[in-house]
């Protein structure tokens, strides 16, 4: 099974630091830390109907990251292709309070949010790895 792919759908939310934090992470590992072994997918094109990314969720494992409780990743998958294979919840690491933070500009980010970037890129990264090993 050491080609598959892993999907990652990543929270979209602007608004909100943990959206940031969320796509941040799922770059890094995409980019960085699991090259060639982890595709995004996009939450707003997947919700808007893209055939392409819902086709991949019914085929492949795909980890849904949120980055508040109202887990939007999560849901869209499970309305369009079926069940994720693991959710990770910005909001239930960090609290709630904090990822509803109005900070949201890569340029704004401090230090301790490029620390949550990576804490989340490595809890994918863990998910993922246990996914490629089944």
């Known amino acids: 099974m050491a080609d598959i792919q892993v999907g990652v759908l990543s929270c979209s939310g ?6 940031t934090i969320a796509r941040l992470a799922t770059r890094k590992v995409m980019e ?21 990314e819902r086709e991949f969720a019914k085929n492949y494992p795909v980890i849904a990251v949120d980055g508040c409780g109202k887990c939007c990743a999560k849901k869209a998958t499970v309305k369009f292709s079926g069940a994720v294979r ?10 709630e309070d904090v990822v509803l933070s109005d ?11 490029y620390q949550m970037v990576d804490k989340v890129a490595e809890e994918i990264c863990k998910k993922v790895d246990t996914i490629l090993a089944e």
């Open 14 to 19: 602007e608004e909100f630091l943990g959206g």
């Open 32 to 52: 960085e830390l699991r090259t060639g072994k982890v595709v995004t997918l996009c939450l707003p094109l997947y919700i808007a109907g893209g055939d392409e």
């Open 86 to 95: 693991d959710t990770i919840i910005l909001s239930e690491l960090f609290g």
């Open 103 to 113: 900070i949201v500009s890569a340029r704004d980010l401090k230090e301790e949010h």
